[in-house]
């Protein structure tokens, strides 16, 4: 793989890996908001990374090989995979939210 393309790869991949450390140190924990903060920045650094990979253009980017097309389709299947982990962990932020002003709500109707 050509450097600039390994470079913002490697980003992606080891900002994952501490995102799956903080998480096993975690346990079965939940996340505190800050950690929940934390993670969606990490993720959104991920998917910077990998989109600045895919639109690097010849001869920086991904070859014009069947090798270089595999690591494109990787890299873009990654970068599917990373939005999903984003826009779930947007939900179980804006899930809470949702649950807590209905439970004030609640009171008022008694």
């Known amino acids: 793989m050509r450097p600039r393309i390994r470079h913002y790869m490697s980003i992606d991949e080891l900002t994952r890996e501490i995102i799956e450390i903080k ?3 975690l346990g079965d924990q ?20 990998l989109e600045a990979a895919l639109a690097l253009p010849t001869p920086y980017g991904f070859p014009n090989t069947e090798l270089g097309e595999q690591k494109r389709q990787e890299a873009e ?6 939005r999903e982990e984003l826009a779930d962990a947007e939900k179980a932020t804006a899930a809470p939210a949702a ?8 009171p008022d109707t008694q």
């Open 77 to 82: 299947r990654v970068l599917g995979v990373r």
């Open 23 to 25: 998480q096993g140190l």
């Open 30 to 49: 939940p996340m505190d908001a800050q950690a929940i903060v934390e993670q969606q920045e990490s993720l959104r650094e991920c998917i910077a990374a």
């Open 99 to 106: 649950g807590s002003s209905s439970d004030t709500s609640s």
